[in-house]
C-alpha cells in the first residue's frame, strides 16, 4: 500500500468507528479516553479504585453532589473552578444517566425530608 491508500483506509476505519460510537477505553483504569481524562485519572483514582467511578453514572449536577459529598465527609481537598468545571463535564459526558446505571435512584418516598 502507498501512503495514500493507507492514509485513506486509516480516515475511512477513523470515521467507522466513530460511526459505531466506539469509546476507547484506557486498559489501565478503564476510563474512557476523552477530553481530560488524564486529569480525571489522576484526581479520582487518589484514594479508590477507578471502578467506583465508572460504576456511577450521573447528570452534572449528581456528579457535582458526589463531590460535595467527598469533600464534606471523605476528606476530598477543594478544587479551582476550572479544574472542577473540566472534571465535571468529563463525568457527566462519558458516564451520564442511562440504563446501565448501577442501581435505581431511591424513590422520593424513601428519601429524608427536605
Ligand atoms: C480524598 C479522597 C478521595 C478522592 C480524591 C476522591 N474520592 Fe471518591 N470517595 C472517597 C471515599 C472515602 C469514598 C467512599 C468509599 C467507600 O464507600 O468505600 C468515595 C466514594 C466515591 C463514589 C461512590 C459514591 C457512592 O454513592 O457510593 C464515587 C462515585 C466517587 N467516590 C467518585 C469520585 C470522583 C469522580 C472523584 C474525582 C473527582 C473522586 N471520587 C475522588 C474519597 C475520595
Redesign the pocket.
Known amino acids: 500500500m502507498n501512503a495514500t491508500v493507507r492514509r485513506a483506509a486509516f480516515v475511512a476505519l477513523g470515521c467507522l468507528s466513530l460511526a459505531a460510537g466506539a469509546r476507547e477505553i484506557d486498559p489501565e483504569s478503564g476510563f474512557v479516553i476523552d477530553k481530560n481524562w488524564e486529569e480525571?485519572k489522576a484526581?479520582?483514582t487518589?484514594?479508590?479504585s477507578s471502578k467506583?467511578?465508572i460504576?456511577?453514572r450521573g447528570s452534572r449536577a449528581t456528579?457535582k453532589g458526589?463531590?460535595r459529598?467527598?469533600q464534606a465527609t471523605?476528606?476530598?481537598?477543594q478544587f479551582e473552578p476550572e479544574m472542577e468545571d473540566r472534571?465535571l463535564t468529563y463525568?457527566a459526558t462519558n458516564y451520564p444517566p442511562g440504563k446501565d446505571y448501577r442501581r435505581k435512584p431511591l424513590s422520593p418516598l424513601l428519601m429524608p425530608p427536605q
Open positions: 480525571v484526581t479520582c487518589a484514594c479508590h467506583l467511578v460504576a456511577q456528579w458526589i463531590i459529598w467527598m471523605q476528606g476530598l481537598w472534571i463525568l
